[in-house]
């Protein structure tokens, strides 16, 4: 199930941060909206803090996730990444 979520998040890439933002999350991978474009195959890490409520909690969660690029596409004035989250863990909650 994919939940239409629209949250910041900072892509580490080679020891930089390029900021993101989510289109939608599913357990599997997230489609993200950037300014520039990613490299298919690429692997990235990233946080995403999720809403409690979706997570069936009572408050937001903050996952560490380790992924690779899948799908890139180009929109009017934005690129989109595709990614899976191959592994997470939860850093606080």
């Known amino acids: 199930m994919r939940f239409p979520l629209v949250l910041p998040v900072l892509l580490s890439l080679d020891g930089r941060e390029v900021p993101a933002l989510t289109c939608n999350v ?3 991978g997230v489609l993200f909206e950037l300014e520039a ?3 298919v195959g690429r692997s990235i890490n990233f946080q995403l803090r999720m809403p409690g409520p979706i997570l069936g909690v009572p408050d937001d969660v903050l996952v560490d996730c380790a992924g690779r690029v899948v799908r890139c596409s180009v929109g009017q004035r934005q ?3 595709a ?3 191959d592994e997470y ?3 606080e909650h």
């Open 89 to 91: 863990r939860f850093a």
């Open 83 to 85: 990614a899976t989250i």
């Open 37 to 39: 474009p990613l490299k």
């Open 79 to 81: 690129h989109f990444a």
């Open 26 to 28: 599913s357990a599997s």
